[in-house]
């Protein structure tokens, strides 16, 4: 009897063991296991964008000058020290829009402000990121204009929305 029910526990355990790990190997890969890509657009070794020097995060704009380089980041630096500030002011109003909601006395005149401000300081950003995307394009040669505006079509990516 005591060797039936180990043989059976024995056998229950490999068969769990087993089952355990087919459904590992079916979840896929994860952040830094991810094969490298042959897509001219992910050409990064594999990497995450964090995990590059900070000139090669974002989008790779093939056979960029010297002169496009520092003009992008010049765009981008501009663009960052307007952006930040409404960026802050966001979240500063995100945050007491979660007071006034989560408040025991609601009060919607406040409340409906609040979303006001918010949404007119997102509208601004969206204005800012638009502007930021055309001085860029005005900077490109056509090769280079067809590989941004295909990057642009694309979206936010698994790491958050894309910033330029």
């Known amino acids: 009897?005591?060797?039936?029910?180990?043989?059976?526990?024995?056998?229950?355990g490999l068969a769990v063991l087993l089952a355990s790990n087919l459904n590992v190997?079916?979840?896929?890969?994860?952040?830094?296991?991810?094969?490298?890509?042959?897509?001219p657009m992910e050409m990064n070794?594999?990497?995450?964008?964090?995990?590059?020097?900070?000139?090669?995060?974002?989008?790779?704009?093939p056979n960029l000058t010297t002169?496009?380089?520092?003009q992008l980041k010049e765009f981008h630096l501009q663009e960052v020290k307007k952006a930040q500030p409404m960026e802050n002011l966001v979240a500063e109003k995100e945050a007491r829009l979660n007071t006034l909601t989560s408040a025991e006395k609601y009060d919607e005149k406040a409340v409906n402000?609040?979303?006001?401000e918010i949404g007119d300081l997102k509208t601004?950003?969206?204005k800012l990121k638009v502007a930021g995307q055309?001085?860029?394009?005005?900077?490109?040669?056509?090769?280079q204009l067809v590989i941004f505006n295909q990057h642009?079509?694309?979206?936010?990516?698994?790491n958050g929305p894309r910033r330029n």
């Open 1 to 12: 009897m005591k060797k039936s029910k180990m043989k059976w526990l024995g056998t229950l």
């Open 25 to 39: 190997n079916a979840q896929g890969f994860r952040g830094d296991q991810k094969p490298p890509s042959d897509h």
């Open 45 to 61: 070794n594999g990497q995450k964008p964090e995990q590059r020097g900070p000139e090669r995060r974002g989008l790779e704009i």
């Open 67 to 70: 002169a496009q380089e520092s």
């Open 113 to 116: 402000k609040v979303i006001e």
């Open 124 to 126: 601004d950003l969206a």
């Open 134 to 143: 055309q001085k860029i394009k005005s900077i490109l040669t056509d090769e």
């Open 152 to 158: 642009q079509k694309k979206g936010p990516k698994e």
